[in-house]
């Protein structure tokens, strides 16, 4: 009877607790995570720019088991005393980071240098490049019909 | 809509030399109903400078490798669509 009210006021606890660490995680993947600290170099400041993308999730669970047949009967067998309780949880997350701009302040003005990563660009052309190839070839084989 | 929100917030304002840097920023929250997962999205948007003579600019941040990769793709994707309708009506 204690355990049952224990597993009733502990879970939704628990959960709350993980739900509040999770929510106070993804707080972080704000405005403090997109702009970095400036950096100053003489008379320019510079505020590098990010995009963040972050996802967790978590899972709990409980159960109990039954009392068994021999336990209600009062019977000494081996399957008496076979009741009881678990409970698991697990979680994971992922975040991601990419610059995207650089803003330099400098006596003159202010201005937004953009962040390209030529690899990502190069492998976004080669798979266009391939999904495109591999289309001709297949509609070269016959293998795409003309109807 | 509560499991989803989109909110514009301003970062902590730089001053150099005479005028005042505010980078804002976009987030997206994501609250899948019915399950325990999260999913933010934060992105720089613009920064507003303002000058010590009250004016003020707004610069936008764009995200040249994010459109460019875009820009391939679609490329890419509609080129093989053209090609397929151009093979089929020859």
Request: proline fraction near 5%; include cysteine; aromatic fraction near 4%.
């Amino acid at each position: 009877m204690i355990n049952e009210e224990l597993t009733q006021t502990n879970q939704p606890q628990e959960i709350e607790i993980v739900q509040e660490t999770m929510e106070a995680l993804l707080a972080v993947a704000d405005v403090s995570a997109v702009y970095g600290e400036p950096i100053e170099h003489g008379d320019t400041i510079i505020i590098p720019a990010a995009e963040v993308l972050c996802g967790m999730g978590f899972g709990l669970g409980y159960g109990e088991g039954s009392e068994s047949v021999a336990d209600r009967e009062g019977k000494d067998t081996p399957r008496a005393g076979n009741s009881g309780r678990g409970g698991g949880g697990g979680g994971g997350g992922r975040s991601f980071s990419r610059p995207v701009a650089v803003i330099v302040a400098e006596p003159d003005g202010v201005r937004v240098e953009p962040v390209v990563d030529v690899t990502k660009i190069a492998l976004a052309a080669l798979t266009a490049a391939g999904f495109m190839l591999g289309m001709i070839a297949r509609m070269s084989r016959g293998e795409i019909s003309k109807h | 809509m509560d499991w989803i929100t989109l909110e514009t917030k301003a970062g902590k304002s730089v001053t150099a030399g005479n005028q005042t840097l505010t980078p804002l920023a976009q987030s997206l929250h994501i609250k899948l109903p019915g399950t325990r997962g999260w999913l933010a999205w934060s992105r720089p948007v613009s920064v507003v400078v303002q000058s010590t003579n009250d004016q003020e600019r707004v610069l936008p941040i764009q995200d040249v490798t994010f459109a460019t990769i875009c820009l391939i793709l679609g490329a890419g994707l509609l080129g093989g669509l053209l090609t397929l309708l151009f093979w089929r009506h020859r």
